[in-house]
C-alpha cells in the first residue's frame, strides 16, 4: 500500500471489490431508495424523532435509542469479568487497546446487535450511506467492545498506529457507531475527531493518502494546516452515541488513557470496499434467526442477494 499509495490502492481494491460484489451493491441502493419506508417498519419501525448526521458526525445526547440501556447493563458485566487484564485474543498490535467481546457475546447478549439493526439507528446510517448498509465483517471489526488502557501501553508517551491522525481507507463511505459505556474524560484517552469539511480541507493540504504521505500523520502536520480548535473530543457521560464517517474525517483516540476508557465501536460499510481485508481476513459471521425482519438479516449478511 504505501508503494501504491493509498488512494491507488483503494481505487484498485474498488474495482476488484465491484467485479465481485456489483449486484448485492446495486440490490442495497435500490432497496434504499424504494423499501427503506417498509423494511423500517417491518422491522419495528421508528421510536424518536431522526438523528441526522452533519459535516460527517452527530452526538446524540438523548439516552433513547432502544436497546441503549441494555447495552449498558451487559457492557458493565463483560467489563467487570474481564477489565484490566490482556485477553489472549490481542495481539502485539495496539498494545494500549484490546476488544473485550467475544463473537459468543453476540448469541449471550442480543442487546448488542439488537442495538446495532434497531430502526432508529438503521435510518441514520442507511441515509449516510445512501444503501442498506452491512456490519463490516472484516475491517473495522463489526462489533467491538473495546478497553483502552495506558496500563497495557508499553510506551505511553509515544503516540502511534490508531493513536495518531487518520482517515480510515477500509470502505468509502462507512460509518461507526460509538457508545460510551462509562463517563468519558480527557483522561480516558477520548475519541478525537475533525470535522468532514475541515477533514477534508486538510487532506488535500497534505496530499494525505498519496503515495507522498504515511497513513498516520503527526500532530505537528495536522495543526499545521488546521486550528487545534476544530478537533472535537468525544468526553461525555455514558450512553452517549457517536455517529460518525471515520472514512471522510480525520481521527483518533486512545491516547494515553490514565484512566480506563470502555466504549462499544459498531462498523457499517456498504457492499464494495475499499480494501482488500475480504480477501485475506477470515469472516465474522453473525447469528441470524428466521424470525428475524428483513432488515436485520441484509444488515447481518453481507452477501445477502435476493
Ligand atoms: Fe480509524
Request: hydrophobic residues 35%.
Amino acid at each position: 500500500m504505501s508503494r501504491l499509495g493509498i488512494a491507488n490502492t483503494m481505487r484498485l481494491a474498488y474495482s476488484y471489490n465491484r467485479l465481485k460484489f456489483h449486484r448485492q451493491d446495486r440490490w442495497r441502493r435500490t432497496l434504499y431508495q424504494t423499501q427503506l419506508g417498509t423494511l423500517l417498519e417491518e422491522n419495528g419501525g421508528l421510536s424518536r424523532p431522526p438523528i441526522e448526521m452533519k459535516d460527517g458526525w452527530a452526538i446524540d445526547t438523548s439516552m433513547s435509542l432502544p436497546h441503549l440501556d441494555r447495552v449498558l447493563d451487559d457492557s458493565e458485566k463483560i467489563i467487570a469479568e474481564r477489565c484490566g487484564q490482556r485477553t489472549s485474543s490481542t495481539g502485539a498490535y495496539r498494545s494500549y487497546f484490546q476488544n473485550l467481546g467475544t463473537p459468543e457475546d453476540l448469541e449471550r447478549y442480543p442487546a448488542f446487535l439488537d442495538f446495532a439493526t434497531s430502526s432508529d439507528v438503521l435510518s441514520v446510517v442507511s441515509h449516510y450511506l445512501q444503501c442498506i448498509p452491512a456490519l463490516s465483517t472484516t475491517l473495522p471489526s463489526g462489533i467491538r467492545l473495546v478497553e483502552s488502557n495506558a496500563a497495557f501501553d508499553d510506551q505511553p508517551d509515544n503516540p502511534r498506529d490508531s493513536q495518531l491522525y487518520h482517515i480510515d481507507y477500509y470502505s468509502l463511505p462507512n460509518v461507526y457507531i460509538i457508545v460510551l459505556l462509562r463517563d468519558t474524560t480527557p483522561e480516558h484517552g477520548p475519541w478525537t475527531f475533525l470535522p468532514r469539511g475541515v477533514s477534508q480541507k486538510t487532506r488535500r493540504a497534505l496530499n494525505y493518502w498519496s503515495r507522498q504521505r504515511a497513513y498516520r500523520v503527526s500532530d505537528e502536520d495536522i495543526y499545521s494546516v488546521v486550528d487545534r480548535k476544530e478537533a472535537i473530543e468525544f468526553c461525555y457521560p455514558r450512553g452517549t452515541v457517536l455517529f460518525i464517517e471515520s472514512s471522510g474525517c480525520f481521527h483518533y483516540g486512545s491516547r494515553n488513557s490514565i484512566k480506563p476508557r470502555f466504549i462499544l465501536m459498531i462498523g457499517y460499510t456498504g457492499a464494495c470496499r475499499t480494501d482488500f481485508s475480504e480477501v485475506i481476513m477470515p469472516h465474522e459471521v453473525y447469528p441470524i434467526r428466521d424470525t428475524d425482519s428483513r432488515l436485520r438479516k441484509i444488515v447481518l449478511n453481507k452477501n445477502m442477494l435476493e
